[in-house]
C-alpha cells in the first residue's frame, strides 16, 4: 500500500442516492481515518459526465454511463451527486480497497460496491460509488469536479487571479 499523503475524489452516484446508502457509505469510508477536505451535491451536467468519463468515448456504452452519472435514469430527484475529496496517508489505495471492484460482481462482498452494486439488465454498473483509480486521475478529476476555494486545504498549487463573473446570489 502507498504510504504517502495523497488525496481522492469520491463520488455517490445516483444509484446511492436511490438507494439511501449516503449514510452507510460515509461510515464505511470514515473507517480510513483520513481527512474530508471538501463536500457538495452536484446536478452532473452531460458536459461534466462526458469529461468525467472521456477515457471511455469511444465505447459502445459511453452514453449509457454518462446518463447514469446525471441520474437519468431515475426520478428526476435523483439527478446528482455527492461528491467528496479525501485527503491522507494512502488515500487512493485505501479508498479503493473500501470501495471494491468496479464490477460489483467481482467485488468482494464486504466492499462497498460489493454490498451495495449491481450490474443492470442492460449491463450497467451500478456500483453507488467512484473513486479515483491513481494519482494523476486524482488531480485530473477534483479540478473537475472542484474549484480550489471549495477545499478547505490546498492539495494542488492554485493561483488568485481577479475575475468578473456573474452569479446568482441570494436576496
Partial sequence: MTRKNNQSLVLIKPDGLVKSLTGNIL??????????VGAKVVK??????EE????????????AVADYMMGKIYAKEYERVIAIVYAGEGAIDKIRKMAGATNPEEADQTSIRGQ??????????ENVIHCSANE???EREIKLWFKP??????????EEV???????IWK
Avoid: C, M, Q, W
Fill in 116 to 125: 451495495y452494486g449491481r450490474v443492470t439488465t442492460k449491463g450497467i454498473f
Fill in 162 to 168: 481577479e475575475v468578473k463573473v456573474k452569479k446568482r
Fill in 136 to 138: 494523476e486521475d486524482a
Fill in 149 to 158: 476555494d471549495e477545499l478547505i486545504e490546498e492539495v494542488y498549487a492554485s
Fill in 44 to 49: 452532473v451536467t452531460r458536459e461534466l459526465a
Fill in 52 to 63: 468525467h468519463y472521456a477515457h471511455l468515448k469511444d465505447k459502445p456504452f459511453f452514453n
Fill in 27 to 36: 461510515t464505511r469510508l470514515s473507517e480510513t481515518k483520513l481527512r474530508i
